[in-house]
Nanobody, 115 residues
Framework: QVQLVESGGGLVQSGGSLRLSCVASGSSFSIYVMGWYRQAPGKQRELVATITRFGSLNYADSVKGRFTISRDNAKNTVYLKMNMLKPEDTAVYYC?????????WGQGTQVTVSS
């Protein structure tokens, strides 16, 4: 079992920045792929970015060049640095830990970008 707690969301103006954090507890953090996903009102949850235990990265096209995912295995934490935020980035952002057998989700943190 892995428990995930996100933080760092909030209200920011267009063009601003936020950094989300997700702290994991329970099973060994380093064995999981970590990801950030988001869900806007009336839309399906979508991938934002993932990072493997070895540091391989994957980003949605809509955030490439603006968002950076990173992880600190010693702190059991994954981060999402979001720059040049746009109103269309407004969503609940969820942290996910997964491997071939299991998937765990955090409770989400709201990010609102005003125009």
């Amino acid at each position: 079992q892995v428990q995930l707690v996100e933080s760092g969301g909030g209200l920011v103006q267009s063009g601003g920045s936020l950094r989300l954090s997700c702290v994991a507890s329970g099973s060994s953090f380093s064995i999981y792929v970590m990801g950030w996903y988001r869900q806007a009102p009336g839309k399906q949850r979508e991938l934002v970015a993932t990072i493997t235990r070895f540091g391989s990265l994957n980003y949605a096209d809509s955030v490439k060049g603006r968002f950076t995912i990173s992880r600190d295995n010693a702190k059991n934490t994954v981060y999402l640095k979001m720059n040049m935020l746009k109103p269309e980035d407004t969503a609940v952002y969820y942290c996910k830990a997964f491997n071939n057998e299991y998937a765990y989700w955090g409770q989400g943190t709201q990010v609102t970008v005003s125009s």
